[in-house]
């Protein structure tokens, strides 16, 4: 069985990561087992619709098909996402998971991908965010269930690092910003290291060559007090690169690996469509581009298809791009509507004057009915002669 261990900030059930996932399956024997640990989200009234969707996902863009379990005996693959990082502590604690969970990266063998609020128990402690930001509880750390360790790192591991929702106040590295991550930096044991692992990023370590990959649209940062290294997307290196990073050796200020110029572009994020549509859309609107106000609402749509088995939904997800769209598709009919009006009033001062040309040329005056061609054409009506008539087209 090959070893993998990988590790996703965010996006893991979008289609920013599925290229990882595609090149981490590829890597499993025919038939092989593949579990979703559904834990870090079994509290929630929709644990079977985020399972039902997940499940669509890695079937029909990873190719992988995938049953919903709550142990991973025997499993090649295992998956487990967003939710809570704490709720999914309590469980794997008492139902042995936790156990299981080390013993495969102790052993190097099987895909074990966790992301999300599942990533963020990798340490040897835990952010636990719910409580935290949502509830208001005092910075604190939770026992993580070390999976780092077996890999000679004394190290915490924080997802979603470069997280900027909050807009006016600091939500990056999970929520926590710059302030309480220094509170809760003063309290774990000496010699630990932060590992922050940005959103649409992620870490693909190869257990048995002991490589490591940085892939995805952000980077790895090693923090340690008075000391941060960013290992960018592309960065490939190993695990004694990262171990000197994280022990803070000589030189970790130097720049990083080099990247690997052959990685596949990223995929933009739900949220940069999201404004993409929006200006384009406004431009359209002020030509006004009834075609490319119409095509970008179709982009859009298209986009929430490609976007429908995101399960974490950050930055507004599926429901914001849903509601753009409905906003658009309705400013579209207030465009169309405007145009239609803006066109019948051209047109009740466009024919008389075209109709006063045809009189013009009927009666010789060629040179008056020029001019009054050339007036209209400086207007934005363009007037043919046609076998069947004087024909007038426009812009607008």
């Given amino acids: 069985m090959p070893g993998l261990l990988v590790l996703m900030g965010s996006g893991e059930t979008s289609p920013t990561m599925v290229e990882i996932h595609r090149a981490a399956a590829r890597t499993l024997r025919a038939g092989a087992r593949a579990v979703l640990l559904d834990t870090p989200y079994a509290f929630q009234e929709n644990r079977a619709d985020i399972s039902a969707r997940a499940c669509r996902y890695f079937a029909r863009s990873v190719g992988l098909e995938v049953e919903v379990a709550s142990g991973i005996t025997g499993a090649d693959w295992v998956f487990s996402g967003p939710g809570s990082p704490t709720y999914a502590l309590d469980r794997w604690a008492d139902s042995g998971v936790a156990g299981d969970l080390r013993a495969r990266v102790r052993a190097r063998q099987g895909v074990t991908v966790l992301a ?95 490589t490591v990959q940085v892939a995805g649209r952000g980077g790895l940062t090693v923090r340690r007090p008075g000391s941060v290294v960013v290992l960018p997307a592309g960065t490939r290196t190993d695990l004694a690169e990262i171990r000197r990073l994280a022990e803070g050796g000589a030189g970790t200020a130097s720049a990083p690996p080099p990247v690997d110029e052959e990685v596949t572009p990223a995929e933009i994020t739900l949220e940069e469509t999201i404004r993409s549509c929006e200006e384009r859309f406004k431009a359209a609107a002020a030509e006004p581009d009834m075609v490319a106000a119409a095509q970008t609402v179709l982009d859009l749509e298209a986009e929430l298809v490609k976007w429908a088995a995101d399960t974490e939904e950050d930055a507004g997800g599926v429901d914001q791009a849903r509601e753009l769209m409905r906003l658009l598709i309705g400013r579209l009919g207030e465009l169309a509507s405007r145009t239609d009006q803006r066109a019948a009033g051209l047109r009740s001062l466009v024919e008389p004057l075209v109709s006063l040309r045809a009189e013009l040329r009927e009666a010789g005056r060629y ?30």
């Fill in 116 to 210: 999300s609020a599942a990533a963020c128990t990798a340490g040897l402690a835990t952010v636990p965010v719910y409580e935290i930001y949502k509830v208001g509880a005092e910075p604190h750390w939770r026992e993580g269930i070390g999976l780092l360790e077996p890999l000679g790192l004394q190290a915490v591991l924080i997802p979603h690092f470069d997280n900027a929702e909050g807009g006016t106040h600091d939500t990056r590295y999970c929520y926590l910003g710059e302030r309480r991550l220094s509170r809760l930096e003063r309290e774990l044991p000496a010699g630990t290291a932060v590992l922050g692992l940005d959103e649409h990023t992620a870490v693909v370590i190869d257990l048995d060559g002991e």
């Fill in 367 to 396: 040179d008056v009915a020029d001019a009054l061609r050339a007036a209209m054409h400086a207007g934005g009506v363009v007037v043919e002669d046609t076998p069947d008539g004087p024909r007038w087209t426009t812009a607008l």
